[in-house]
């Protein structure tokens, strides 16, 4: 599904010696896009890919946030709270949103399937599915629900809400994927996943192509 373009992007991944974000690093810096790699603390910098640019960054300063946005044309945000720390989240986005506001620059954010509508239940989403939600991981299922509000709320900024599958591991890259909007996307044995390295895919094409400007997607094989 990945179609490349001519055009050399600018793109800032915050949160990039993670799990999504060192992905994302990796496949955009294979297509011949300018990235940089943010973490917050430079301590990190050699887990980093060195044909990235190192920086150093935190999500929830806007000053920071809004450096960024004057240097880059995409800003895709893969950050995750700790465990117990969940309710920043919603304030972190705030503060991306608030940093990039009024510099033209696209923000994309890597968030959660909570909000995901579960297909032949009537409208149950995820986050009350326990097929697809352990009850562990409810915190930071309600505070990605309340961070894609956020983003809804938002019309400064050229935004985008990523809504990864019910599972997400690490794997292979496939270059493949489907697309979907508000319904959780499973397969024929009700499975809903895909590899971290095929999101990081999705995600670059969504950053060269800009196919949902001021909405949510989701993806899953």
Same mark, same amino acid.
């Given at each position: 599904?990945?179609?490349?373009?001519?055009?050399?992007?600018?793109?800032?991944?915050?949160?990039?010696?993670?799990?999504? @974000?060192?992905?994302?690093?990796?496949?955009?810096?294979?297509? @011949? %896009?300018?990235?940089?790699?943010?973490? #917050?603390?430079?301590?990190?910098?050699?887990?980093?890919?060195?044909?990235?640019?190192?920086?150093? @960054?935190?999500?929830?300063?806007?000053?920071?946030?809004?450096?960024?946005?004057?240097? %880059?044309?995409?800003?895709?945000?893969?950050?995750?709270?700790?465990?117990?720390?969940?309710?920043?989240?919603?304030?972190?986005?705030?503060?991306?949103?608030?940093?990039?506001?009024?510099?033209?620059?696209?923000?994309?954010?890597?968030? @959660?399937?909570?909000?995901?509508?579960?297909?032949?239940?009537?409208?149950?989403?995820?986050?009350?599915?326990?097929?697809?939600?352990?009850?562990?991981?409810?915190?930071?299922?309600?505070? *990605?629900?309340?961070?894609?509000?956020? *983003?809804?709320?938002?019309?400064?900024?050229?935004?985008?809400?990523?809504?990864?599958?019910?599972?997400?591991?690490?794997?292979? #890259?496939?270059?493949?994927?489907?697309?979907?909007?508000?319904?959780?996307?499973?397969?024929?044995?009700?499975?809903?996943?895909?590899?971290?390295?095929?999101?990081?895919?999705?995600?670059?094409?969504?950053?060269?192509?800009?196919? %949902?400007?001021?909405?949510?997607?989701?993806?899953?094989?």
């Amino acid at each position: 599904m990945t179609t490349t373009t001519p055009t050399t992007l600018r793109i800032a991944v915050i949160g990039a010696a993670g799990s999504v @974000g060192s992905r994302v690093v990796a496949e955009a810096l294979s297509r @011949g %896009h300018q990235v940089t790699a943010v973490v #917050r603390d430079p301590a990190r910098f050699p887990e980093l890919d060195p044909a990235a640019r190192a920086r150093s @960054g935190d999500a929830g300063n806007v000053e920071d946030v809004a450096g960024l946005g004057a240097d %880059h044309d995409v800003v895709i945000s893969a950050t995750r709270p700790v465990t117990g720390g969940e309710s920043a989240l919603p304030t972190t986005t705030k503060a991306l949103l608030a940093g990039l506001a009024g510099s033209g620059t696209r923000l994309i954010v890597v968030g @959660g399937a909570a909000t995901l509508t579960v297909p032949g239940t009537g409208g149950t989403t995820v986050v009350d599915d326990p097929r697809f939600l352990s009850p562990e991981y409810r915190p930071i299922a309600l505070a *990605c629900a309340e961070q894609l509000a956020v *983003c809804r709320a938002e019309t400064a900024v050229d935004w985008t809400y990523l809504s990864p599958p019910a599972l997400l591991e690490p794997g292979e #890259r496939t270059g493949r994927y489907r697309l979907g909007t508000d319904e959780l996307l499973v397969d024929a044995e009700g499975s809903s996943a895909i590899s971290v390295e095929d999101l990081a895919v999705a995600l670059v094409d969504e950053a060269e192509q800009a196919r %949902h400007r001021r909405t949510r997607f989701t993806v899953a094989y």
